[in-house]
Structure formats: C-alpha cells, structure tokens
C-alpha cells in the first residue's frame, strides 16, 4: 500500500498563490499515477488535476486550466499542485489520490487517499 499525506494548505488572497504538496510513503510513487481532488462544503468531490506516472501526460478541470499547474518529482517520491490566480470559489479541501493505472476524472477509479488539506481563499 501507499500512504499518502497532503501539505502545503492554508489561507491566501485571491490573486495569490499556494504550492500544495502530496509526499507518498510505503511505495514508490513513480509506480503510480496521482491526481488532485477538492471538495467544498456541500458538495460533491471535485476533479482537478492528474497526472501519469511518467509526468509526461497531465490533465486539468477546466476551472482551473491556466491556473494550476501539476508536476511530480519521483526521486522525493513527491507531487506539487502549483496555484495561482487563486480565486474564491478555489476554497475547499484539497486531496491527493494515486492509482497504478488510473490518471483520469473518476474519483472512484483511485485506490488510495491523502487525509486532505484546506485551503481558503479570501476575497
């Protein structure tokens, strides 16, 4: 199994920018894909990023295209979701998800979970 633990979060502007880490453990994250997931109060977990093992392919939610940039370093066993132009409606907890073979959208399709990070963008 992979463990999977989420930093990085916290309160910023919007405009502003936030780097959110997702180190794994257990496992060499270079054998998984990984995406990003995000879910504000109320509602249902969202897509944000993925990610292939090999980093060479990455995929973004419309909402966040342009803004967002997802990026792995295998060698820290570690992926970054960048953020910028952080707007309001970006505030939710933010989850890091891998899967051996899965890199798309479907939250269901990913075997392991971070425990989360908020982030809250003010207005």
């Known amino acids: 199994q992979v463990q999977l633990v989420e930093s990085g979060g916290g309160l910023v502007q919007a405009g502003g920018s936030l780097r959110l880490s997702c180190a794994a453990s257990?496992?060499?994250?270079?054998?998984?894909?990984m995406g990003w997931f995000r879910q504000a109060p109320g509602e249902e977990r969202e897509f944000v990023a993925a990610?292939?093992?090999?980093?060479?392919?990455?995929y973004y939610s419309d909402s966040v295209k342009g803004r967002f940039t997802l990026s792995r370093a295998n060698a820290k066993n570690t992926v970054y979701l960048q953020m910028n132009s952080a707007k309001p409606e970006d505030t939710a907890v933010y989850y890091c998800?891998?899967?051996?073979?899965?890199?798309?959208?479907?939250?269901?399709?990913?075997?392991?979970w971070g425990q989360g990070t908020q982030v809250t963008v003010s207005s």
């Open positions: 998800a891998a899967d051996p073979i899965y890199s798309g959208s479907e939250y269901q399709k990913y075997d392991y």
């Open positions: 257990g496992r060499t994250l270079s054998n998984y894909a």
């Open positions: 990610i292939s093992w090999s980093g060479s392919r990455t």
